[in-house]
């Protein structure tokens, strides 16, 4: 099994930054790719971004690109997710998960699922 702690949320205002992390423990050599997911009050979840284990290739939604980064330490087997330029639509339940496959925007193709962190941004 593999458990997913994220922290790092809180409050900040528009224009602000901040950074997330996400440590992985238990069978994490079972982990291939990390992604980022959110989900706003009464909207459905959506892909933030992800992030291949080894190589590090990464991928981005279209509304954060340019403004948020995600990055791992293997050492460390933690995912991050730098967020700067931060907009009140950002506003959300910040969930790191985790797949035994290639990264993936979908989020019911990822097995192992965090507890979530709350961003709030104000105006």
């Known amino acids: 099994q593999v458990r997913l702690v994220e922290s790092g949320g809180g409050l900040v205002q528009a224009g602000g930054s901040l950074r997330l992390s996400c440590a992985a423990s238990?069978?994490?050599?079972?982990?291939?790719?990390m992604g980022w997911f959110r989900r706003a009050p009464g909207k459905e979840r959506e892909f933030v971004a992800a992030?291949?284990?080894?190589?590090?290739?990464?991928y981005y939604a279209d509304s954060v690109k340019g403004r948020f980064t995600i990055s791992r330490d293997n050492a460390r087997n933690t995912v991050y997710l730098q967020m700067n330029t931060l907009k009140p639509e950002d506003t959300a339940v910040y969930y790191c998960a985790g797949r035994p496959s290639g990264s993936s925007v979908y989020s019911d193709q990822y097995d192992y699922w965090g507890q979530g962190t709350q961003v709030t941004v104000s105006s």
């Open positions: 238990g069978r994490t050599f079972s982990i291939v790719a």
């Open positions: 992030i291949a284990w080894s190589g590090g290739y990464t």
